[in-house]
Nanobody, 115 residues
Framework: VQLVESGGGLVQPGGSLRLSCAASGFTFSSYAMSWYRQAPGKGRELVAAISSTGVSTNYAESMKGRFTISRDNAKNTVYLQMNSLKPEDTAVYYC?????????WGQGTQVTVSS
């Protein structure tokens, strides 16, 4: 299983970014996917999750209405569209998959929200 995140960077408050996670090594369309983040000095927290078909999604309370998780099963890719970004969204964002009871993580992509 391999997960490769991309799309992070530096953005001003109020700006937007779209993160991507390219997955390989498993049947992507059969598994739910999640995004987590870890801010400096804090634990890793769930940002959003999406079912295998993409029909069902859920979000951490502070991200509702600002972030959108989606997936393209034809491209084995999950996305996180982040709008109205705030300085407190600064973190390393990780893609996650639980495949056959084992958790897999990407290397993470840094998102920095600062003026």
């Amino acid at each position: 299983v391999q997960l490769v995140e991309s799309g992070g960077g530096l953005v001003q408050p109020g700006g937007s970014l779209r993160l991507s996670c390219a997955a390989s090594g498993f049947t992507f369309s059969s598994y739910a996917m999640s995004w987590y983040r870890q801010a400096p000095g804090k634990g890793r927290e769930l940002v959003a999750a999406i079912s295998s078909t993409g029909v069902s999604t859920n979000y951490a309370e502070s991200m509702k209405g600002r972030f959108t998780i989606s997936r393209d099963n034809a491209k084995n890719t999950v996305y996180l569209q982040m709008n109205s970004l705030k300085p407190e969204d600064t973190a390393v964002y990780y893609c996650n998959a639980v495949v056959r009871f084992s958790a897999y993580w990407g290397q993470g992509t840094q998102v920095t929200v600062s003026s």
